[in-house]
């Protein structure tokens, strides 16, 4: 599935109904433009009905973006619903938005499984490689980031940028990783939700400003727990 394109939501595919799998494939060049911040996006993937279910096991998601100036969110994937999605032994490289969620936006208590995938040299304008908000759970496992980055002050978590949620993190690696803000770090625990971050190797990140804080950045009241990490 390359270089398709659209304004509004789902380069490749609007889920709505029922459940959508994809096995070894590829998704390269796709583009979203947004025009207004109730646009919604995702490059490759849209979900906007509960219940629903998608998963990508196998497959290369390679250049895949959204432009435009407001409410560009999710490179690859977009939720707007109470839904899962499970990717395993996947690649995410080089995908990138004109605002947040290089890869992911995710939204309404999405549920999202990452298992053994790579991410690396994807960039947001407004930071996270993950976009997260409205109590979504997030389970990382066994996967690598590498050479992300963002591009300008409104940076925050070069890898996970939540507003809210749940995060378990487990035997991943993150290195590389540049933030150009000089407020955040991996993550910014801007969530009344909670972190578990557990064997796991956390490398840098650079920034090009002063920051607070080298790998998390707490910005209140929040609760993080980290056991048997470098």
Known sequence: YTTLFRSGHGGVATVEYGSMYAENCTFKDNHITSSSSSAHNG???????????????????????????????????????DCEAVYTDCLFDGNHSNYRGAVFGLNASTRLKVNQCVF?????????????????????????????????????????????????????????????????????????????????????????????????RDNGSRKLNICNNI
């Open 43 to 81: 490059g490759v993937f849209y979900v906007d009905s509960n219940g629903v279910s998608l998963e990508a096991k196998g497959c290369t998601f390679t250049g895949n973006y959204i432009s435009g100036t407001k409410g560009a969110f999710g490179g690859v994937m977009r939720t707007q619903a």
């Open 120 to 216: 690396k040299n994807n960039y947001g304008t407004g930071g996270g490689i993950i976009q997260s908000g409205d109590n979504c759970i997030v389970y990382m496992n066994g996967s690598t980031f590498k050479d992300n980055y963002t591009t300008n002050s409104g940076g925050w978590g070069v890898v996970v940028h939540s507003a809210n949620g749940n995060y378990c993190v487990n035997n991943c690696t993150f290195y590389g990783n540049v933030n150009n803000n000089g407020g955040g770090a991996y993550v910014q625990l801007n969530s009344d939700g909670g972190w578990l971050i557990i064997n796991s190797t956390l490398i840098g990140p650079t920034t090009t400003a002063n920051t607070s804080s080298a790998l998390v």
